[in-house]
Every structure is written in C-alpha cells, then in structure tokens.
T-cell receptor
Framework: AQSVSQHNHHVILSEAASLELGCNYSYGGTVNLFWYVQYPGQHLQLLLKYFSGDPLVKGIKGFEAEFIKSKFSFNLRKPSVQWSDTAEYFCAVNEGFQKLVFGTGTRLLVSP | ETGVTQTPRHLVMGMTNKKSLKCEQHLGHNAMYWYKQSAKKPLELMFVYNFKEQTENNSVPSRFSPECPNSSHLFLHLHTLQPEDSALYLC?????????????FGPGTRLTVL
C-alpha cells in the first residue's frame, strides 16, 4: 500500500529563514502529489499540487515544491517564512481515483 | 454560505450514547469523504461517497455508520464508541471521482468519547 513519510514532525524557524519540509512516498507508478496546510483553528486547505509537466510547482503564499521522481520526493520550500506561516503542513499522494494518502504532518512554528 | 460546513464543531459523548455528525457542502460537488485525524497519525480515510453511493469503506468498525441522503449532505452516525475513537473528524468533497481535483475540507468535529 502507498505510504507517505514526512520526516520533520516539528520545525521552529525565525522570520525570514528559509524553509524546506521533506516528503517521500512509496508508490512507483504515476502519482499526483499535494501539499495541504492547516492554520491554527482553520480547516485544511490546498497549498499546491502536482499532476504532470514542470516538476517545480508554485503554490499560494510564495510556497513551491519540487517533484523528483528518482527520489520519490516532493519537498515543500519557501525562501523566507513569515510568522503567519505558522501552521501544520501535510503532504498527500493520490492513490487511484481520489484516494488521498496523507503523511503525519509537520508542525511549523515561526517566531517573530 | 460557501464551502464545506460541519456540525457540531465539538462533541463530548459517553460510550453508550448515540450521536450524529453532519457535513454539508455548498460547492456542487458529487463526491464526499469522511476522514479521521488523530494526534501523531496520518489522516485516515474512512468512507467515500460518489453520487450518494458508497464507493469505499476503509475497514471502519460498524460503530461508525455513514449516510449520504444526497450529494450535498453527509452524516456519520456514532454508536457505542470507544475512548480511542476520540479524534477530529473531517469531511471533504470533490467534484467527482473521475478527475484528479483537490478535495475541499470542512473545519472538522472534535469528538471526545468518555
């Protein structure tokens, strides 16, 4: 069965620091990849997604992610984080039609 | 109101109680989902409905009983739950199961089983 690993469970950064959150998946076939974000007290919302084409995808709020097929990875990046980026970030992989498999999440705390 | 709404937002129940969680989507979608979010565990897919028909039951215990009367509403009926069922229950919707679209999530119901 498909699995998704997020190796960083908690990340603490200062404002303006660069961010990279790791995501690895296990499936070797065609995949669709997602990053969702859950801000404190809010619902899960889509940050960005990769279906095909350019492996470097750009999402909302200055986030981007790079799909590296040979490494089974889809890491999330942001050059300069803000306090408002404090949230929990979830990587997810599509297995079959619309069956999303999620990672355990990474809690990001950005200190002002 | 837009998006996906869930009621109640918080629920405390005893192990012998019967309660129901409600989800409503105002997006015109045809597929709806129930997920369980427990601390330190990945989101677990529980049920999938497409055009009111259940298409997936991810080995969920029978004490959880879903109901989808129409494409806009999804319920999760709870009966004789266990303390380990305490979690955040999330509802989501998507246009359908045929295309790789994002799922839109509701705010969740925080369930505590005493």
């Amino acid at each position: 069965a498909q699995s998704v690993s997020q190796h960083n469970h908690h990340v603490i950064l200062s404002e303006a620091a660069s961010l990279e959150l790791g995501c690895n998946y296990s499936y070797g076939g065609t995949v669709n990849l997602f990053w969702y974000v859950q801000y404190p007290g809010q619902h899960l919302q889509l940050l960005l997604k990769y279906f095909s084409g350019d492996p470097l995808v750009k999402g909302i709020k200055g986030f981007e992610a790079e799909f590296i097929k040979s490494k089974f990875s889809f890491n999330l990046r942001k050059p300069s984080v803000q306090w408002s980026d404090t949230a929990e970030y979830f990587c997810a992989v599509n297995e079959g039609f619309q069956k999303l498999v999620f990672g355990t999440g990474t809690r990001l705390l950005v200190s002002p | 109101e837009t998006g996906v709404t869930q009621t109640p937002r918080h629920l405390v129940m005893g192990m012998t109680n019967k309660k129901s969680l409600k989800c409503e989507q105002h997006l015109g979608h045809n597929a709806m989902y129930w997920y369980k979010q427990s601390a330190k565990k990945p989101l677990e897919l529980m049920f999938v409905y497409n055009f009111k028909e259940q298409t997936e039951n991810n080995s969920v215990p029978s004490r959880f009983s879903p109901e989808c009367p129409n494409s806009s509403h999804l319920f999760l009926h709870l009966h004789t739950l266990q303390p380990e069922d305490s979690a955040l229950y999330l509802c989501a919707s998507s246009p359908d199961l045929e295309t790789y679209n994002e799922q839109f999530f509701g705010p969740g119901t925080r369930l505590t089983v005493l």
